[in-house]
C-alpha cells in the first residue's frame, strides 16, 4: 500500500521530541518507497515555519523541512491534472452535500485519490469525506 502523509503525521514524526508511539510504530512498519507527500504538505510546513515568531524554534523547524524535503525528495507528488480533476470532483460533492474541506486537505485528497493512494492523518472525519482511502496512525495497535 502506498501511503500519502498528511501534514499532521510529518508534523508528529519531525517535530515531537517524544512522537506518539503508535505513530512511530506504523510508520516503521512502512516501506520507505511507499511514503509520499503532497507539495501541499511541503507548502503547510513552510507556512508553519515562517509564521515561528521564536527563532530558535523556527530554525529547528526549518532543519526538519531541510530533512524531511532530502527524504522525500524523489517521493513529493506535484498538483497535476489528474489531481486538479479529482480536487474538482471533492469540491463539486462536498458542495452538493452541504458541507465543505478547507482547499489544502481537498487537494491532499485529491491527489491520494488520482494515484489510488491511501491517506496517512489524523484527520479523518474531513478526509474520510472526500472519498479517498484514509488511516490514521494514532489509533493503530502497538
Do not use: C
Amino acid at each position: 500500500m502506498i501511503y500519502l502523509f498528511d501534514t499532521n503525521v510529518v508534523a508528529e514524526l519531525t517535530t515531537r521530541a517524544k512522537p506518539d508511539p503508535r505513530v512511530l510504530s506504523w510508520f516503521k512498519s512502512t516501506a520507505r518507497p511507499n511514503r509520499f507527500l503532497s507539495v501541499i504538505t511541503v507548502a503547510e510546513i513552510e507556512a508553519g515555519v515562517a509564521a515561528t515568531a521564536d527563532p530558535v524554534r523556527q530554525a529547528r523547524y526549518a532543519q526538519a523541512l531541510a530533512v524531511v524535503r532530502h527524504e522525500y525528495r524523489d517521493r513529493i507528488a506535484p498538483i497535476g491534472e489528474p489531481e486538479a480533476a479529482a480536487y474538482l470532483t471533492i469540491h463539486k460533492t462536498l458542495k452538493a452535500a452541504g458541507t465543505s474541506i478547507d482547499p489544502p486537505d481537498a487537494l491532499i485528497a485529491a491527489t491520494a485519490l488520482a494515484n489510488g493512494w491511501t491517506v496517512a492523518t489524523r484527520n479523518i472525519k474531513h478526509m474520510a469525506r472526500t472519498g479517498a482511502l484514509v488511516v490514521n496512525p494514532w489509533e493503530q495497535q502497538l
